[in-house]
């Protein structure tokens, strides 16, 4: 692995001929999606519409250059678009220019973070953000990026604010529709919805532009109140460091631009290893980290916006049949011929069009089925266990969501990795402690085998958990309360706690002394691996426990 980590264009090692074919038409493919949505990101940035282009293409050539999946697709993307323009608003006030300039420098404070990320080989970093929560924050975003979009798709004024404060600014605005641009906008996402479900090779982002770019041009609409988007310049971006950005803004924006490292790296690594698993190859995460680093400082360097991998334009790149990143070079290639010849193309583009766009992009990621599931995971046995933490993955995709509705979007994926934490926390601290009772050579629990006769003066508990300070107490007292007058013994059969700590120990020694107390033995059977080194490392500080190497044989002791 060492002799592979900084191989350039590892995708493209013993490339062959019959590949081309496939890379190219699945380049085409994803060019035709880019391009509509570079656009339509780069509104939700709040930065101009060029600037989603001048970002796809370094990012797609670094990221190709350094990365280590053959089909990621990198560029603008939703929700580190959004991210970006909550970060940018509070320290650019109203000063558009400096909005710009601002969200060039996050790129570019966001590439010097994931490449020194990559150096350090923080890759694990992405384990801790669970699957539950980083659903929940999509569902989150996704609903924000369309409230957010809903004033454009009817030409109303958006109201700012949280989601619920703009979700009332649409419902209290709607009588101010202007009825062409609501027009515009329901047939863009029709054709967007319709062709994707119908004839889903076609890409219908560009079939939708296209349509309002043609209604703008022979109805005259941009004439009749319908908002477009307006120039855009041609030709190459300025390379370089932007201007106006002192090094105490870059140092601001450190901070903010881990939070979109966090999100487009888990993002992005998640994409990836859905299609290498499908491809048959190894994702490296560390090397993940490079490549988004670069992308962003690339992007950054070429005026451009925060990027990182999409999920959708991946998809659409392996289903198309791209087997290398040649074909995400393809895509890197037309977006220059698009920015040399073809912006003018889309300077009648409705900006209802864009907001179905961006609507449609984002709507299926409202994933409600789920939400749904999660929560169907649950049975009474858990939750008399657990109770309100019955159910941690729904309560942390719920918390994520939520923390972005009411919060934004940085915040409520601390809020969702915070309360999922909490929550293992909380399982950890109050594990299930479960009596067996023997049946033939075997030692099953008890409850779920009520049939079997119990010895009234054997207690044999098993602890479904390591041992450790945070839930010492807990299993201690807990041990107590099952013991009754009629007990002589307790085994506590350690086949299902891997760990202990010294805390722990210490509390089997007084567990031992208590019982002791009561005329009670106690003696602890099957340590298994890291429980078993660590109680006997452990022995040289607190008084010894008798320790079998059965249950069987702990109870027939004399």
């Given at each position: 692995?060492?002799?592979?980590?900084?191989?350039?264009?590892?995708?493209?090692?013993?490339?062959?001929?019959?590949?081309?074919?496939?890379?190219?038409?699945?380049?085409?493919?994803?060019?035709?999606?880019?391009?509509?949505?570079?656009?339509?990101?780069?509104?939700?940035?709040?930065?101009?519409?060029?600037?989603?282009?001048?970002?796809?293409?370094?990012?797609?050539?670094?990221?190709?250059?350094?990365?280590?999946?053959?089909?990621?697709?990198?560029?603008?993307?939703?929700?580190?678009?959004?991210?970006?323009?909550?970060?940018?608003?509070?320290?650019?006030?109203?000063?558009?220019?400096?909005?710009?300039?601002?969200?060039?420098?996050?790129?570019?404070?966001?590439?010097?973070?994931?490449?020194?990320?990559?150096?350090?080989?923080?890759?694990?970093?992405?384990?801790?953000?669970?699957?539950?929560?980083?659903?929940?924050?999509?569902?989150?975003?996704?609903?924000?990026?369309?409230?957010?979009?809903?004033?454009?798709?009817?030409?109303?004024?958006?109201?700012?604010?949280?989601?619920?404060?703009?979700?009332?600014?649409?419902?209290?605005?709607?009588?101010?529709?202007?009825?062409?641009?609501?027009?515009?906008?329901a047939i863009s996402l029709a054709l967007v919805m319709g062709l994707r479900r119908w004839?889903?090779?076609?890409?219908?982002?560009?079939?939708?532009?296209?349509?309002?770019?043609?209604?703008?041009?022979?109805?005259?609409?941009?004439?009749?109140?319908?908002?477009?988007?307006?120039?855009?310049?041609?030709?190459?971006?300025?390379?370089?460091?932007?201007?106006?950005?002192?090094?105490?803004?870059?140092?601001?924006?450190?901070?903010?631009?881990?939070?979109?490292?966090?999100?487009?790296?888990?993002?992005?690594?998640?994409?990836?290893?859905?299609?290498?698993?499908?491809?048959?190859?190894?994702?490296?995460?560390?090397?993940?980290?490079?490549?988004?680093?670069?992308?962003?400082?690339?992007?950054?360097?070429?005026?451009?916006?925060?990027?990182?991998?999409?999920?959708?334009?991946?998809?659409?790149?392996?289903?198309?049949?791209?087997?290398?990143?040649?074909?995400?070079?393809?895509?890197?290639?037309?977006?220059?011929?698009?920015?040399?010849?073809?912006?003018?193309?889309?300077?009648?583009?409705?900006?209802?069009?864009?907001?179905?766009?961006?609507?449609?992009?984002?709507?299926?990621?409202?994933?409600?089925?789920?939400?749904?599931?999660?929560?169907?995971?649950?049975?009474?046995?858990?939750?008399?266990?657990?109770?309100?933490?019955?159910?941690?993955?729904?309560?942390?995709?719920?918390?994520?969501?939520?923390?972005?509705?009411?919060?934004?979007?940085?915040?409520?994926?601390?809020?969702?990795?915070?309360?999922?934490?909490?929550?293992?926390?909380?399982?950890?601290?109050?594990?299930?402690?479960?009596?067996?009772?023997?049946?033939?050579?075997?030692?099953?629990?008890?409850?779920?085998?009520?049939?079997?006769?119990?010895?009234?003066?054997?207690?044999?508990?098993?602890?479904?958990?390591?041992?450790?300070?945070?839930?010492?107490?807990?299993?201690?007292?807990?041990?107590?309360?099952?013991?009754?007058?009629?007990?002589?013994?307790?085994?506590?059969?350690?086949?299902?706690?891997?760990?202990?700590?010294?805390?722990?120990?210490?509390?089997?020694?007084?567990?031992?002394?208590?019982?002791?107390?009561?005329?009670?033995?106690?003696?602890?059977?099957?340590?298994?691996?890291?429980?078993?080194?660590?109680?006997?490392?452990?022995?040289?500080?607190?008084?010894?426990?008798?320790?079998?190497?059965?249950?069987?044989?702990?109870?027939?002791?004399?």
């Amino acid at each position: 692995m060492a002799t592979t980590r900084w191989k350039v264009f590892q995708s493209l090692q013993g490339y062959e001929s019959g590949w081309l074919r496939p890379d190219v038409v699945a380049g085409l493919t994803v060019w035709a999606v880019m391009i509509p949505e570079a656009l339509a990101y780069a509104s939700i940035a709040g930065v101009p519409p060029v600037a989603g282009l001048y970002a796809a293409v370094p990012a797609l050539v670094l990221y190709a250059l350094v990365g280590s999946s053959r089909h990621l697709v990198v560029g603008p993307m939703s929700a580190t678009a959004a991210l970006s323009a909550a970060i940018i608003a509070p320290l650019a006030a109203a000063d558009s220019e400096r909005f710009v300039l601002l969200s060039t420098a996050l790129a570019i404070a966001t590439g010097v973070v994931g490449l020194l990320a990559g150096l350090a080989r923080l890759g694990f970093v992405a384990s801790f953000i669970s699957e539950p929560v980083l659903k929940g924050f999509i569902v989150g975003l996704a609903l924000t990026i369309v409230i957010g979009q809903v004033p454009k798709f009817f030409g109303i004024d958006k109201e700012e604010g949280d989601f619920f404060d703009q979700l009332w600014g649409v419902l209290t605005g709607l009588g101010d529709t202007d009825w062409r641009t609501a027009v515009v906008g329901a047939i863009s996402l029709a054709l967007v919805m319709g062709l994707r479900r119908w004839l889903p090779l076609v890409p219908g982002s560009l079939v939708a532009v296209a349509f309002g770019i043609v209604a703008v041009s022979v109805f005259d609409l941009d004439a009749q109140g319908v908002a477009i988007v307006g120039h855009i310049d041609s030709g190459l971006p300025a390379l370089g460091i932007p201007d106006g950005v002192g090094f105490h803004d870059y140092l601001d924006l450190l901070g903010p631009a881990l939070g979109v490292l966090l999100i487009g790296f888990a993002e992005g690594l998640g994409a990836a290893k859905t299609y290498a698993a499908k491809s048959g190859y190894q994702i490296d995460a560390n090397r993940e980290l490079y490549g988004l680093g670069a992308a962003n400082l690339g992007s950054g360097l070429a005026s451009g916006m925060v990027v990182n991998g999409s999920l959708s334009k991946t998809a659409v790149n392996g289903s198309a049949g791209a087997r290398t990143q040649v074909s995400g070079l393809v895509v890197a290639g037309l977006t220059v011929v698009t920015l040399l010849f073809l912006t003018g193309l889309f300077e009648k583009l409705p900006e209802a069009t864009l907001a179905a766009v961006v609507i449609a992009a984002v709507i299926e990621l409202v994933d409600v089925a789920s939400l749904r599931r999660l929560y169907r995971v649950w049975t009474e046995r858990l939750g008399s266990i657990y109770g309100p933490a019955a159910r941690p993955d729904f309560v942390a995709a719920l918390a994520a969501m939520f923390g972005v509705l009411l919060f934004d979007t940085l915040p409520g994926l601390l809020i969702g990795i915070g309360v999922s934490v909490l929550l293992l926390l909380y399982r950890a601290s109050r594990p299930h402690i479960v009596t067996v009772v023997k049946h033939d050579s075997l030692w099953l629990d008890a409850e779920r085998h009520p049939d079997l006769p119990e010895n009234p003066e054997l207690l044999v508990v098993r602890v479904e958990a390591g041992l450790f300070f945070a839930n010492a107490d807990h299993v201690r007292a807990s041990i107590e309360d099952m013991c009754t007058d009629r007990t002589r013994l307790v085994v506590l059969d350690a086949e299902t706690s891997p760990s202990i700590d010294v805390t722990a120990a210490s509390m089997l020694a007084q567990l031992r002394d208590s019982l002791a107390r009561r005329r009670i033995a106690f003696r602890i059977a099957r340590p298994i691996g890291q429980f078993g080194d660590a109680l006997g490392a452990a022995e040289s500080g607190v008084l010894p426990v008798d320790v079998y190497p059965t249950v069987r044989a702990a109870v027939a002791a004399e």
